[in-house]
């Protein structure tokens, strides 16, 4: 075993929630590697822990793991006492978004030197951040946003303000899921139907990511910067098709970083990655969300590459979950970030279907332009209609020397990848079937999670 950057700091632990994820296993790897402690798990959902816990060895590794637990919302506390009294939990790590807000209350609760609660609290509300922020930097640009209890009162506001387009989200939400986006003038009755029986929506004016790490004194240092393209897809006009690139050696990267960091460093974030969402019209950048985790679905490896390995967000993340103490200078590539435009695209599935016959795959791997899936798809696949960015079939990485060459491969790719694109057969059917026990005998291959303490 390799031993710890920080010798001598073996002797502790650090927690995780709900660690069935390729980031979750990545950010074990640097936290075990940069001070030799082992993890504590967590589980807040049965189902997910049963369905997942078994795809990742890691999970059941002694040498990794040095406890398992199961909490309901209702057993946190219980839980964090019982953490004060058993272990020796020197950090938290939140490698996504649900977790944000529990461990700045754990974190709290054994009285490490983190973010504080009422920071990270802001983080997971959108109307909360905005409000901080408008009090902190009362110049930065803001879009309006405010959290409205049903159609009648959005559509009042909307229409006592003037907005010729508005949106509708969860204030909690991420992942773009549950966006409705409304024309100014829309009836009630479609404002009704698409609110159902949710409770309170975020009201807001109707986009560019860019992301970063800050560390324990509020340096801000944002990493890269991409334009997302959405389209209408399955009834919903803002699902993200493709994300491109934006060259560091261009104005709109430094506008989108300038105003990023500004954003960073007026919320009170410290030792944690970044996530910020910003539109940019002729009036210039102005904030859609901030996240204070690491940018998801996969594009953190994608963020790596592109800085041609100098750079490792999650070792830069697990240093500052772990200590205060200065990393040091961030080490990004900008020659290399500018020597190749890289852009992520994602497969659309349009009805909900079993994968029995899947075509294209090996021919698109076998594109110059083609670097790796961060979602590959599988036969016996089940697909939803993608009205959000987890629904999406297949996400692919190409890259090329300038933008103007990625158009054509997009079309490439989009055209090459098919499923059930022709007629299904017995040995389809049986295929698919086959592939598909294999990944469920895999995850029966598990500890009895029955055994992991309750605390409810």
Not at 206 to 224: K, S
Not at 413 to 420: P, S, Y
Request: hydrophobic share 40%.
């Amino acid at each position: 075993m390799t031993a710890p950057r920080h010798g001598g700091r073996t002797n502790g632990e650090y927690l995780i929630q709900d660690p069935y994820h390729p980031y979750a296993i990545r950010l074990m790897r640097a936290m075990h590697r940069e001070f030799g402690w082992r993890a504590i798990c967590y589980y807040t959902d049965e189902t997910d822990l049963r369905r997942d816990y078994g795809a990742y060895p890691m999970l059941q590794d002694p040498t990794q793991v040095a406890e398992s637990y199961r909490v309901a919302d209702s057993g946190m506390t219980a839980f964090i006492e019982h953490l004060a009294v058993h272990h020796q939990v020197r950090a938290v790590v939140p490698h996504y978004e649900p977790a944000v807000a529990n461990v700045g209350r754990i974190a709290a609760g054994l009285g490490l030197a983190w973010n504080p609660p009422d920071v990270l609290e802001r983080f997971r509300h959108k109307e909360a951040l905005k409000a901080y922020l408008r009090s902190s930097d009362p110049g930065l640009r803001l879009n309006f946003a405010q959290v409205v209890s049903g159609p009648t009162e959005a559509l009042q506001i909307v229409r006592a303000r003037g907005f010729d387009r508005f949106v509708l989200k969860p204030n909690d939400g991420f992942g773009n899921t549950g966006v409705g986006i409304f024309d100014g003038h829309a009836p009630v009755d479609d404002v009704q139907a698409f609110w159902g029986g949710s409770g309170p929506l975020l009201l807001e004016e109707f986009i560019h990511h860019c992301d970063g790490q800050v560390d324990a004194d509020g340096e801000v240092t944002v990493t890269d910067a991409f334009r997302y393209t959405r389209t209408e897809v399955n009834g919903r006009e803002n699902i993200q098709r493709a994300s491109t690139q934006v060259p560091h050696d261009s104005a709109r990267f430094h506008e989108l970083a300038g105003y990023a960091g500004r954003v960073v460093a007026a919320s009170g974030l410290r030792r944690s990655p970044f996530h910020c969402e910003i539109k940019v019209d002729a009036a210039g950048p102005c904030l859609i969300e901030c996240a204070a985790r690491l940018v998801g679905l996969g594009t953190a490896r994608v963020i790596n590459f592109v800085h041609g390995g100098a750079l490792d967000l999650f070792a830069l993340a697990a240093h500052y979950y772990g200590t205060a103490e200065s990393a040091g200078p961030v080490t990004v590539d900008w020659v290399s970030y500018d020597s190749r435009v890289v852009r992520k695209i994602a497969g659309i599935a349009e009805q909900p279907e079993r994968v029995f016959n899947l075509q294209g795959l090996a021919e698109v791997e076998a594109l110059p332009e083609f670097l790796f899936w961060l979602k590959r798809l599988r036969l016996g696949d089940r697909l939803q209609p993608t009205v959000d960015l987890f629904g999406a079939a297949y996400v692919a990485v190409i890259q090329e020397p300038d933008e103007g060459s990625l158009d054509h491969a997009t079309e490439r790719i989009q055209d090459l990848v098919r499923w059930n694109g022709q007629p299904i057969t017995l040995t389809d059917r049986m295929r698919a079937a086959t592939a598909l026990g294999r990944r469920q005998v895999a995850l029966r291959r598990t500890a009895d999670i029955r055994r992991m303490p309750l605390f409810t």
